[in-house]
């Protein structure tokens, strides 16, 4: 017997000896050879392209939970306060840990992206006889600044890794190695490469072209204007007028572009051939049939469609959102605003109608599909309203069951051409120019008033107006800096911007704790709310990543 199992253990060996000389004789795949570099970075770069939309309702980089639960914008929503308890903790401003697993997963999702980014800038190096390789490593270099962007605005103190980096080297870089400006700056080069290496159209859909590159550049110098030279605080302590300069240079670039004003307001968020219009710069790409089980689909939003049709009732309009929409005399009701809860019984801003769905009123646009009160999963916690723009009408073969959840494929605009000449107004009137910034924030309202074509039912409660200087308002540059801010308010509003807004300018502690105690009279849990300045401006930077860098990285202040 031992014999026999002697020689069977001979035969096993001389087998898998054979077998392995088979194995060693295959060339080896998933590497770059001298061979396969030629079309390795077409694949590098879609691969950079697909982590756009590689995200998941815990990690949205819609940022919704991070800069619209967190502003006052929106309550989390949801069954109740548990339901996803961090983004709770981030809508009151309490109990926030540096161990939330979503936030530490948000981290390392960026990361990835900016890695693939970064192998596909050394694949396209790696190319030869290319002709558009500056073009290619522009796009590349786009989508690296996307998602650094993203982490500054969350983090503000984060480790810079380009292409030269070794992925195994990561952990080895400080997040404080570069000051506040230079990690702006950092930013800003890689979208400065894509303005003069970019083409000004791009044939294929969702691709980067030259004018997304200056968008996103105008912006990055707008949020780097706003100096916060104190390691040891959040505060603003100048405001840069070379920044401010840039912005008003790569704005009126894209201005002058193919790019403009959707004729109605509400045509930015509908699905099918209102996608990639005129004012969407640059979107995320869905879609639906595309050999996969669901398609390629909104991930990230899925959570904000209400029970009624789906779930999960997330990311639910705060009455003082809604109440901000109000007009007198067609302006906005500054001072007064938030003293009303009647919500459309006065007269609104039109985008009211485009952007929370209302009880009695019909469910984006469609007069057979009224929205009602128990749509709502928890009234009596985060009210009665909706969020409107990520979300599609039901009966659109776009709307995607995933049961229990509902996504949709369309698409999820970045960069929007209203936005832009917004960033244009505000930096006009940081340099004193603020006459120059009437016409720009006009061209916005009255775009909105122009916007009522499908909201025919809400017309007894719309008024609005421009600004007229002398008539109706004294346009001082107070003035304008107050309706600047609003107007970015009203035409951005839950598109995940709010909270980032008020961090840039400085005033997120008054703005968010006068919302706390407006809003605790109306939801008992805001009773534990409070904002505390020079922490709560960014995350914390997750333990498990300071841990990956063996204690390398620095905690941001107040954590």
């Given amino acids: 017997m031992k014999k026999l199992n002697k020689i069977g253990f001979i035969s096993l060996i001389i087998i898998f000896l054979s077998a392995c000389s088979d194995i060693l004789n295959e060339p080896p795949t998933g590497i770059l050879t001298s061979d396969n570099v030629q079309t390795a970075y077409e694949g590098a770069l879609t691969a950079a392209y697909s982590a756009l939309g590689n995200d998941h309702y815990d990690k949205p980089l819609s940022l919704w939970p991070y800069g619209t639960v967190r502003s006052d914008d929106a309550y989390k929503g949801g069954s109740g306060e548990q339901d996803i308890a961090t983004f709770h903790f981030f809508e009151i401003s309490n109990n926030i840990s540096t161990e939330f697993g979503e936030v530490d997963a948000l981290w390392y999702q960026c990361y990835i992206s900016i890695s693939r980014a970064n192998s596909a800038i050394n694949a396209i190096n790696a190319a030869e006889n290319l002709t558009n390789k500056e073009a290619k490593i522009a796009e590349a270099r786009f989508l690296r600044g996307h998602f650094y962007f993203i982490l500054k605005i969350l983090f503000k103190n984060i480790p810079y890794i380009d292409e030269t980096i070794p992925v195994e080297k990561y ?45 996103y550049l105008a912006k990055t110098y707008l949020y780097k204007a706003y100096r916060q030279e104190n390691s040891q605080s959040n505060e603003v302590t100048s405001i840069n007028t070379a920044d401010l300069n840039n912005v008003l240079t790569y704005a009126d670039l894209v201005i002058g572009s193919q790019y403009k004003l959707e004729h109605d307001f509400a045509f930015n968020f509908l699905p099918g051939s209102f996608e990639n219009g005129p004012e969407s710069i640059f979107a995320v790409q869905y879609s639906r049939d595309d050999g996969t089980k669901f398609g390629r689909v909104n991930f990230a939003d899925l959570l904000s469609v209400p029970m009624k049709l789906g779930c999960c009732d997330f990311l639910k309009p705060s009455q003082s959102l809604v109440n901000a929409f ?18 459309y019984a006065v007269k609104n801003d039109p985008r009211l109608f485009h952007t929370v769905a209302l009880p009695g009123l019909p469910y984006k646009y ?65 340099l004193h120019r603020s006459d120059e910034a009437l016409p720009i924030i006009n061209l916005i309202r009255n775009r909105a008033k122009n916007s ?10 719309i008024d609005i107006k421009p600004y007229q200087n002398g008539v109706n308002c004294n346009w001082t540059e107070d003035f304008a800096r107050q309706a600047l801010r609003w107007e970015r308010r009203l035409e ?3 598109e995940g911007g709010r909270f980032f ?15 706390y105690n407006a809003e605790k009279s109306r939801r008992s849990y805001y ?32 954590y």
């Fill in 492 to 494: 951005l509003a839950m």
């Fill in 326 to 343: 109000s007009t007198q005399n067609g302006l906005p009701a500054f001072d007064s605003y938030n003293s009303n809860n009647s919500g």
């Fill in 171 to 215: 952990g080895t870089i400080s997040n404080v190695a570069l000051s506040n400006d230079e990690l702006w700056q950092k930013i800003a080069d890689d979208f400065k490469y894509g303005v003069d290496h970019l083409p000004a159209r791009q044939a294929d859909r969702g691709r980067a072209d030259k004018y997304a590159a200056a968008t």
């Fill in 452 to 461: 009522t074509d499908l909201i025919q039912y809400a017309s007894d409660h």
């Fill in 366 to 430: 469609n007069e057979s599909l009224i929205y009602d009160e128990d749509w709502n999963r928890n009234p009596g916690t985060y009210g009665v309203y909706a969020s409107l723009k990520e979300n599609v009408d039901p009966t659109c073969d776009c709307f995607v069951p995933m049961v229990p959840f509902y996504a949709n494929t369309k698409n999820r605009i970045i960069l929007r051409f209203s936005d832009l000449l917004l960033m244009k107004a505000e930096a006009l009137i940081e």
């Fill in 527 to 558: 009773s534990q709310a409070n904002f505390t300045k020079n922490k709560n401006e960014y995350l914390p930077i997750p333990e498990q990543q300071i841990k990956f860098s063996k204690y390398l990285y620095k905690q941001n202040v107040g």
């Fill in 501 to 515: 807004d008020l961090v840039r300018w400085g005033i997120t502690e008054e703005v968010m704790n006068a919302y």
